[in-house]
């Protein structure tokens, strides 16, 4: 009867999970909420398939729907990421980087990132999945704030070093990398521009942050769950030829995945069309809370970044806590308290703080979708000045403000309470879209 038991304690830990996590304040940069009816629709008999290939292009049978599914979502994202082609087959943005950087690094190519105090992404350097190709790898120069490139110094370096590949976007991301600055040089030189958007792609899809493909980046890849509020999984866009694109198809299959998980791929088809209604609006009210936030700790004493450049155009703010006992002790202080999120190394600490960094990150896409404005960020605010300043325990009040906020909003969850509130009897999906 062990095994009983076992399965017992893994049923207790998930629901524990489930209404702890409605309880919190999730401030975790790369995270978001789906929506009920996008994660209803998972655990269907999709989560048992496989479907290798295309649609209709497959090498099983018993495709028929979920060929029509992929086809329809794919149709639907290339117009809202404005491009010619889209893989929406990678299972992550790990993923999605990876079918890119197997078909565009060679053995021993330089390739030119950003550095890890600078915000830059594990899966582009070293030990991560651009490591595996090459030894070479460099970091952009910064201007002396840190959360810029510099642009005149990057195109110094670009003259005398013979770079083959360049990756934009990173994980501390407080304002986006300049493409339209660089894709004009990368082009005379040959360099190729891969801008991996895993964190800015609802931004960039929401019309608040310019479109890097416009820009003239030359392969986009993301993640789909982050700004994005879709299940988790990765894209690859791009506007480039059929021929280099058949490249990177054949690294999307069969280099870096087999199987696509259709079951979370049905789950992204509803997320995407929430978005396709609210990805705007959403977007803008993130910009808003993020720049409400910073200003509110701002004025309680926190020391925020980049205050000369208000702070941010994303998601995202960083702060410096290293007077009030670095990243680490801060940030498992607020879990205490039912306040989430993640230290981070701040562009200036030396590599040895990765255990104990000077920052800490913020994003507040996930307490926007539950419908938080900036009258809520200045109570977040207080309640973690209270808490980290004050040494008081905030558990409780932060279990009370959560209460109010279970609803998804910029959702087909939310659209729906609307109209049974009173509005026209709308009743399908269509229906919604419709009047959008
Ligand atoms: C810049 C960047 N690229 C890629 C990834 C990896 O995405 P995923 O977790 O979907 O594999 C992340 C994750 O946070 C990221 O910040």
Not at 241 to 265: C, M, V
Not at 316 to 326: C, F, K, M, P, Y
Not at 376 to 390: G, Q, V, W
């Amino acid at each position: 009867m062990q095994y009983i038991r076992n399965v017992e304690r893994i049923e207790r830990l998930v629901d524990k999970q489930n209404r702890w996590r409605n309880e919190t304040i999730n401030l975790i940069a790369s995270e978001n909420a789906m929506s009920k009816r996008a994660r209803e629709i998972m655990g269907s008999d999709f989560c048992h398939r496989y479907a290798e290939g295309h649609p209709g292009e497959r090498y099983y049978q018993g495709t028929e729907l979920i060929d029509e599914i992929e086809a329809r979502i794919k149709q639907h994202l290339k117009s809202l990421f404005n491009c010619k082609h889209i893989d929406v087959r990678p299972i992550s943005g790990t993923i999605a980087n990876d079918a890119v950087f197997s078909r565009f690094i060679d053995c021993n190519d330089i390739v030119i990132v950003n550095s890890t105090s600078g915000g830059g992404h594990i899966s582009h350097h070293k030990h991560g999945s651009v490591g595996k190709y090459t030894s070479n790898i460099i970091n952009f120069p910064l201007t002396e704030d840190g959360y810029h490139i510099d642009v005149k110094e990057t195109i110094n370096l670009l003259d005398k070093i013979p770079v083959k590949v360049m990756i934009m976007g990173k994980s501390l991301y407080l304002f986006p990398d300049p493409v339209k600055e660089l894709a004009p040089v990368c082009n005379e030189l040959g360099i190729a521009l891969i801008y991996d958007a895993a964190h800015v792609l609802g931004l960039i899809a929401g019309k608040v942050l310019r479109d890097p493909l416009k820009d003239g980046a030359h392969i986009l890849n993301a993640s789909t769950h982050k700004t994005f509020f879709g299940s988790q999984r990765g894209v690859i866009c791009s506007n480039m030829s059929n021929s280099d694109w058949a490249k990177i198809d054949k690294g999307a299959f069969p280099a870096s995945s087999s199987n696509h998980h259709l079951d979370t791929l049905v789950a992204l088809a509803i997320s995407s069309y929430e978005f396709i209604v609210h990805g705007e609006s959403y977007a803008r009210q993130v910009i808003k809370n993020a720049r409400a936030l910073a200003k509110s700790l701002e004025k309680r004493g926190f020391k925020v970044e980049a205050k000369e450049f208000n702070y941010t155009e994303t998601h995202q703010i960083a702060v410096d806590v290293s007077e009030l006992g670095g990243g680490d002790e801060v940030s498992r202080v607020l879990n205490d308290n039912n306040i989430i999120l993640n230290m981070n190394l701040l562009p200036h600490d030396p590599l040895d703080k990765v255990t104990n960094p000077s920052g800490i990150r913020i994003g507040v896409q996930e307490m926007t979708r539950f419908g938080m404005k900036e009258k809520e960020m200045d109570i977040i605010a207080d309640l973690m000045k209270r808490c980290i300043m004050d040494g008081k325990y905030i558990g409780n009040e932060v279990i009370d403000f959560r209460k109010k906020y279970q609803i998804v909003h910029y959702s087909f969850d939310h659209d729906y309470l609307e109209l049974v509130n009173g509005k026209e009897g709308i009743k399908t999906l269509s229906d919604i879209i419709e009047k959008a």
